[in-house]
Antibody, heavy 123, light 111 residues
Framework: EVQLVQSGGGLAKPGRSLRLSCAAS????????MSWVRQAPGKGLEWVGF??????????ENAASVKGRFTLSRDDSKGIAYLQMDNLKIEDTAVYFC??????????????WGQGALVTVSS | QSLLTQPPSVSGAPGQGVTISCTGS?????????VHWYQQLPGTVPKLLIY???NRPSGVPDRFSGSKSGPSASLAITGLQAEDEADYYC???????????FGGGTKLTVL
């Protein structure tokens, strides 16, 4: 059974850092791209970024709103994807989802999702 | 404001059909990039409903179908059921942003 279990998140002050983890099981993690999507309270889905599989270079693309502050990474040997969030802003407050891409490339459709992790940025 | 425009809401009676549009531009849907659709039931995680414009993942009823024409895509739902009441999002890739874009979402109400 494919599962994505998220951990991390919580409350942080503006300018501080948090790291989210996404532990995958039930599939060969290295074969798939991994995406991060967030949803602010009462709002729609917003793409944060994705990291391609190693077969496609493991390259990363980020949304402009987080570029230079958020870093995506993956450890295929452990089956974990990470979202390192630095210099957090109040507008980063949202539920953050990790999601498996159908293929190793990108934007092929996210077919399995983590349960979400709430990140609240407040002074 | 999203680069993919969806109507904020649509509604239909049980058994009827509705269509949700997703209007893009020459830098995303019109450039030939695939469109994916997600269903988000209240308080739950998004679920992939349609991928690559018109394909259904295993387990998704054939009441849901997707199509594309020019810079726009559509999600059609036939035989509406109460459990279809949810938010629906389209998604594509945008070459000018060099990233993924979501539509603003459409709330479906089953009357």
């Amino acid at each position: 059974e494919v599962q994505l279990v998220q951990s991390g998140g919580g409350l942080a002050k503006p300018g501080r850092s948090l790291r989210l983890s996404c532990a995958a099981s039930g599939f060969i993690v290295g074969d798939h791209g991994m995406s991060w999507v967030r949803q602010a309270p009462g709002k729609g889905l917003e793409w944060v970024g994705f990291i391609r599989s190693k077969a496609y270079g493991g390259t990363i693309e980020n949304a402009a709103s987080v570029k230079g502050r958020f870093t995506l990474s993956r450890d295929d040997s452990k089956g974990i994807a990470y979202l390192q969030m630095d210099n957090l802003k109040i507008e980063d407050t949202a539920v953050y989802f990790c999601a498996r891409e159908r293929t190793g490339y990108s934007s092929s459709g996210s077919d399995f999702w983590g349960q979400g992790a709430l990140v609240t940025v407040s002074s | 404001q999203s680069l993919l425009t969806q109507p904020p809401s649509v509604s239909g009676a049980p058994g009827q059909g509705v269509t949700i549009s997703c209007t893009g531009s020459s830098s995303n849907i019109g450039a030939g990039y695939n469109v994916h659709w997600y269903q988000q039931l209240p308080g739950t995680v998004p679920k992939l409903l349609i991928y690559d414009t018109q394909n259904r993942p295993s387990g998704v009823p054939d009441r849901f179908s997707g199509s594309k024409s020019g810079p726009s895509a559509s999600l059609a739902i036939t035989g509406l059921q109460a459990e279809d009441e949810a938010d629906y999002y389209c998604q594509s890739y945008d070459t000018s942003l060099r990233g993924v874009v979501f539509g603003g979402g459409t709330k479906l109400t089953v009357l």
